[in-house]
């Protein structure tokens, strides 16, 4: 194997109080919202990276003790509670390949020198594809190569197979009476837009089936919460953009819910089962509200300012939820039924340091309107040296959320523009699909159109702009190093796709089935559609300094694609570091972990090693 030249780790990144500042950002205790047992609502269990590295607590609010649950090399972020909260499950894998199964320990914790037992014998290790648990029966699914499995465990019977598919599945939800099970599943081939397919729990039969034909996709979110309701929440696109939509399996009937609302929708019942917790998105902002099911009323729920995240609702009525903005971390809060909104948790230790608000651009695209975020260096006049930070997914968005990386680049000096490009979430069925057919090559051109009129307006330096971005960002990062060579100063890209064609050999089975919805076939099927979205493609092209941070382990991103990329490197010249006229650099960052990581020090390390990288490339 080709050795290529490692990234060097700076020391300090700063020399006065932000060196403290951006690594306290990091370092300071967070959480997620605790979520609770159905029938024990006083039993929880949430993330926190208390220790260093994200894992599983658990919190028993009658006492208010928590517990620390795993304790893993790589971390743990998938776990969940029974309706009896009399334990816990999380899903272990190992060193971050997503590949595994499920097990369980008591709530209370295990004797010493016990280990948590696989909660479902039987069940075949895979990517997790859903889990539903509920007081008498439990639905898991499981992806592989071969396709997805859906099992079902009735009681302390056996787990067995209900469904099984090559296409990409899920579970998707179970009624409250545990007789129904809704399943998400592509077997028409296009897992971008699944439908809905719904069995009794019994024996496995179908009840009913739902779709609304090709492009237009069905996403089964809760059944009602009340014994022997049918009714199906779901979310749609008959319209153009995701909305809601009420189907009563049982009945035969369907409603959807005009909420009045631009942007895009999510929600969940209230325990009532009249009511429904509304989503509302728009312009990279969600706040919540209320509707009534029965008179259809709206009512905003007066929040936190901020961006809402994960929210639920308590039986007494209580929304405890998420909250942060660009300029304020994270808080777990509460929404009390008489209106008094308070911090409902706070990990200990200092919190973590604030950062600049964004600011909102809207810049005339080749496909439309482009929405972009601005972070904008305190005491920087002129045009200033800038990062273009591509977010994943593709299918997600940049929002006015608390980013510790964002405030460690705006620390840096640089600009940042983050810019929810075609294929982002958020803006509509048509934007999150015209990258259909011309994948990466359709976001740069957004990206390029959203650059030139910071650079045009006189916000960024046009010698001084770096591209920079995680998973999908990362690939866009290395596509626009190859075909838009004169407008980097450097190009940075973690876990990224690189070379396409390997990538979807060696990922896994549920990418490969977003791949072929994306590219309109395998690559066997569509060569040159794939050849020209791959960053291999271009590498003699890149002029560029170029910094590829991967994970050993990575499921989505696998290392041998990105090796095949860095080859193809180093063979532009014989000494490997300088590459094509001199002029390029190429440096990488490997790391023992999967698609990222969750050990605190583990992404300092990656934040320093970009941020020292991109000052180095810009001078």
């Known amino acids: 194997m080709t050795e290529h030249p490692s990234a060097p780790v700076p020391d300090r990144l700063f020399d006065d109080e932000r060196e403290q500042r951006w690594r306290a950002r990091f370092t300071a205790p967070r959480m997620s919202r605790p979520a609770w047992a159905r029938d024990a609502p006083d039993r929880s269990v949430y993330t926190s990276n208390s220790s260093g590295t994200t894992e599983v607590y658990v919190w028993d609010r009658a006492t208010d003790t928590h517990r620390q649950v795993t304790d893993r090399r790589s971390g743990t972020h998938s776990a969940t509670l029974p309706p009896d909260g ?147 929440l779901l979310l749609h696109e008959r319209h153009g953009r995701e909305e809601l939509l009420v189907w009563d399996v049982l009945a035969g009937t369907e409603k959807e819910l005009s909420l009045g609302l631009p942007g895009e929708l999510d929600a969940d019942f209230h325990p009532d089962g009249r009511h429904l917790l509304v989503w509302h998105t728009h312009a990279a902002r969600t706040r919540l509200h209320r509707y009534d099911l029965d008179t259809g009323e709206l009512t905003e729920l007066s929040v936190a300012p901020g961006c809402v995240g994960s929210a639920e609702v308590r039986p007494d009525g209580t929304v405890e939820y998420t909250c942060s903005s660009a300029a304020e971390p994270s808080a777990v809060r509460a929404l009390h039924p008489d209106g008094t909104d308070r911090v409902l948790l706070a990990p200990p230790g200092e919190p973590a340091p604030g950062s600049v608000p964004v600011e909102d651009l809207w810049v005339d695209g080749p496909g439309g309107r482009v929405h972009a975020l601005l972070a904008r260096p305190a005491g920087v006049d002129g045009p200033a040296p800038t990062v273009v930070s591509l977010h994943g997914g593709p299918h997600a968005a940049d929002e006015d959320r608390f980013s510790a990386a964002r405030a460690a680049w705006v620390d840096a000096g640089f600009l940042v523009v983050e810019v929810n490009y075609r294929g982002s979430t958020g803006y509509g069925s048509a934007w999150r699909d015209e990258i259909e057919g011309r994948p990466g090559l359709t976001e740069l051109e957004d990206v390029a159109a959203v650059l030139d009129h910071c650079v045009a307006t006189g916000l960024a330096d046009e010698k001084r702009c770096v591209v920079e971005g995680w998973s999908w960002g990362g690939y866009l990062a290395l596509l626009a190093a190859g075909t838009q060579p004169k407008r980097w100063a450097a190009a940075i890209a973690g876990v990224p796709v690189a070379d396409y064609l390997t990538a979807y050999a060696d990922e896994m089975e549920q990418l490969r089935a977003f791949d072929r919805a994306l590219f309109g076939g395998s690559p066997q099927e569509r060569p040159e559609t794939y050849r020209a979205s791959s960053p291999l493609t271009y590498v003699d092209e890149v002029r560029a300094p170029v910094l590829v941070l991967a994970g050993e382990n990575d499921p989505r991103c696998p290392i041998r694609q990105v090796d095949n990329y860095l080859d193809a490197l180093a063979a532009r010249s014989p000494g490997g570091a300088a590459v094509g006229n001199g002029e390029v650099i190429y440096e990488v960052s490997r790391f023992d972990a999967g698609h990222g990581s969750l050990v605190v020090d583990e992404t300092l390390r990656h934040i320093a090693t970009e941020i020292g990288f991109a000052l180095r490339a810009v001078g």
């Open 86 to 232: 009399a334990a816990v499950w999380w899903f272990a894998d190992t060193d971050g390949d997503e590949f595994g199964h499920w097990v369980t320990e008591p709530f209370a914790g295990l004797p010493d020198g016990d280990v948590a037992e696989p909660a479902l014998p039987g069940v075949e290790d895979g990517y997790p594809a859903g889990l539903e648990i509920g007081r008498a029966v439990v639905a898991v699914g499981t992806s592989t190569d071969d396709g997805t499995k859906i099992w079902l465990r009735r009681g302390d019977g056996p787990s067995e197979v209900v469904y099984t598919h090559a296409e990409d599945a899920g579970v998707g939800a179970l009624s409250e009476d545990e007789t129904l099970l809704a399943i998400s599943h592509s077997e028409h081939g296009d897992s971008r837009h699944p439908a809905v397919r719904v069995v009794r729990v019994s024996d496995g039969t179908a009840v009913a089936e739902k779709s609304d034909g090709e492009g237009k996709g069905l996403t089964p979110l809760v059944f009602a919460p009340v014994p022997g309701d049918g009714r199906l």
